[in-house]
């Protein structure tokens, strides 16, 4: 069966996150291991990472996956920005390491002008300069497919392959499949025939090996209109089908799938959103 849950707050501890998960049902969730929005990275302390063991083997929460903040460009032409970009991302990976998180999504880039093909080799430099500062590390960067807004790079199942192609090490890059995206980036969700042939261009360019994470989010905007905007399940231009086709995809079971809609304080979306889900699930 899939292993659903949501995006989780960290304030107060990133154990906090893991705490509020449990509360609502979580089985996986995703956190952020810094500010979302700022350069200065907060370091995880050893003692804050022995409380998250603590409480993700107390909560039974598995996988724990990162998400890397979003001012990060590693396909910026731009060098101070490409660099500050490589650095902040690799403390955000010292952080996954020391809370032993397994995985953080990345948004692969915007080639800001330059290019397509410029910047997924600007992507992949610096993937490959990262990974030569620690060829053990044991965290996957998971390379997230995007809506592709302006000149944000992913929104095609090939460029992601194409990063794959170039990096020297392409073993610890994984895939994370963003619903609304993909729909916004012109992948057909809600049909048979729209789903299987998504996923069909999915295998042949990345292979489904590649898919370690799955964003379940509606989407605002039609079918590619490159809108990055998500929507609560089920009051979308998805719909539920969508999400019914792929919580019942014998290729896609077992995967961890984590909500990243609009929400409250309280997380009564998060509860409503993950209640449809399962109940979209088939028992087979």
């Known amino acids: 069966m899939p292993r659903l849950g949501a995006h989780m707050s960290t304030a107060g501890g990133a154990e906090k996150a893991l705490e509020r998960g449990q509360s609502i049902g979580c089985e996986t969730i995703q956190v952020f291991v810094t500010g979302p929005s700022q350069w200065k990275t907060k370091v995880v302390a050893t003692e804050e990472a022995e409380r998250f063991a603590a409480a993700q083997q107390a909560t039974g929460i598995a996988p724990v996956v990162a998400h890397a903040r979003y001012l990060l460009n590693l396909g910026s032409p731009d060098e101070a920005l490409w660099r500050r970009s490589i650095e902040a991302f690799w403390e955000e990976l010292q952080n996954c390491q020391q809370l032993q998180i397994p995985g953080i999504v990345l948004h692969p880039g915007a080639h800001m002008g330059a290019g397509e093909e410029a910047g997924l080799q600007r992507i992949a430099a610096a ?158």
């Open 127 to 284: 993937l490959d300069e990262l990974r030569q500062r620690d060829t053990n590390l044991p965290v996957h960067v998971l390379l997230e497919n995007t809506a592709g807004q302006g000149t944000v790079l992913g929104h095609r199942f090939e460029h992601l392959a194409r990063i794959m192609e170039m990096v020297q090490d392409p073993s610890w890059l994984g895939v994370c499949f963003d619903t609304c995206h993909a729909f916004s980036a012109g992948y057909e969700l809600r049909t048979a025939e729209g789903f299987q042939e998504t996923w069909a261009e999915f295998e042949r360019a990345l292979g489904l090996n590649r898919l370690e994470f799955v964003h379940l989010n509606d989407a605002k905007g039609c079918l590619g209109c490159h809108l990055d905007r998500h929507e609560q399940i089920g009051k979308g231009q998805l719909g539920l089908e969508a999400f019914r086709q792929i919580l019942n995809d014998k290729r896609l079971r077992g995967l961890p799938m984590s909500l990243e809609t609009p929400k409250g304080p309280e997380m009564a979306e998060d509860v409503e959103n993950l209640s449809i889900l399962r109940s979209l699930i088939t028992e087979s």
